[in-house]
T-cell receptor
Framework: QKEVEQDPGPLSVPEGAIVSLNCTYSNSAFQYFMWYRQYSRKGPELLMYTYSSGNKEDGRFTAQVDKSSKYISLFIRDSQPSDSATYLCAMSVIGGAGSYQLTFGKGTKLSVIP | DTEVTQTPKHLVMGMTNKKSLKCEQHMGHRAMYWYKQKAKKPPELMFVYSYEKLSINESVPSRFSPECPNSSLLNLHLHALQPEDSALYLC???????????????FGEGSWLTVV
């Protein structure tokens, strides 16, 4: 079993839909949970960062962490064609000398159709 | 301002060439990272520098040589690469991680490397 599981999609939704992206993980030591958006041929852009279980909202984006179920989600409300990208979940324990050691999911490719 | 700047954006090099990728951040972050990303795959960690010292080397071949001249700069020296090393090379930085939350890790736009 991989440490982080993420359905690679592709996922295609109409403009205005609510999008739900999910990852599950097996390592209980993960403490930090992130979602990155990556456009084609660009670097990953940080969208959301959470530490504890619960919800965190930022504009149209909501990140949800359930540590008891080892499950994280990203919700996108009122999806736009500009949201079309690959979404990567990432998790971390505390690495050496206080650095992050990220474990990524495979990424989900999202297309929002006008 | 959360910005990690990488140069060059694109690089084509022969297998006998020596070249370098450069990364700069001015966020006061003390950890800097090199990742490699192949098409349709997530980023893979190569190296971590913490307080300008190499703290993690993920068994990367010696044809890749990292250097951290100061707390804002990170280089990746390339020599005798193979075509399979063609990929997007990503630099990232973060503040020192502290239990209880805080900062997180930010990526640059990447350098596209093609080895011919």
């Amino acid at each position: 079993q991989k440490e982080v599981e993420q359905d690679p999609g592709p996922l295609s939704v109409p403009e205005g839909a609510i999008v739900s992206l999910n990852c599950t993980y097996s390592n209980s030591a993960f403490q930090y949970f992130m979602w990155y958006r990556q456009y084609s041929r660009k670097g990953p852009e940080l969208l959301m960062y959470t530490y504890s279980s619960g919800n965190k909202e930022d504009g149209r984006f909501t990140a949800q962490v359930d540590k008891s179920s080892k499950y994280i989600s990203l919700f996108i409300r009122d999806s736009q064609p500009s949201d079309s990208a690959t979404y990567l979940c990432a998790m971390s324990v505390i690495g050496g000398a206080g650095s992050y050691q990220l474990t990524f999911g495979k990424g989900t490719k999202l297309s929002v159709i006008p | 301002d959360t910005e990690v700047t990488q140069t060059p954006k694109h690089l084509v090099m022969g297998m006998t060439n020596k070249k370098s990728l450069k990364c700069e951040q001015h966020m006061g972050h003390r950890a800097m990272y090199w990742y490699k990303q192949k098409a349709k795959k997530p980023p893979e960690l190569m190296f971590v520098y913490s307080y300008e010292k190499l703290s993690i080397n993920e068994s990367v071949p010696s044809r890749f040589s990292p250097e951290c001249p100061n707390s804002s700069l990170l280089n990746l020296h390339l020599h005798a690469l193979q075509p399979e090393d063609s990929a997007l090379y990503l630099c990232a930085s973060s503040q020192e991680l502290r239990t209880g939350g805080g900062n997180t890790i930010y990526f640059g736009e990447g350098s596209w490397l093609t080895v011919v």
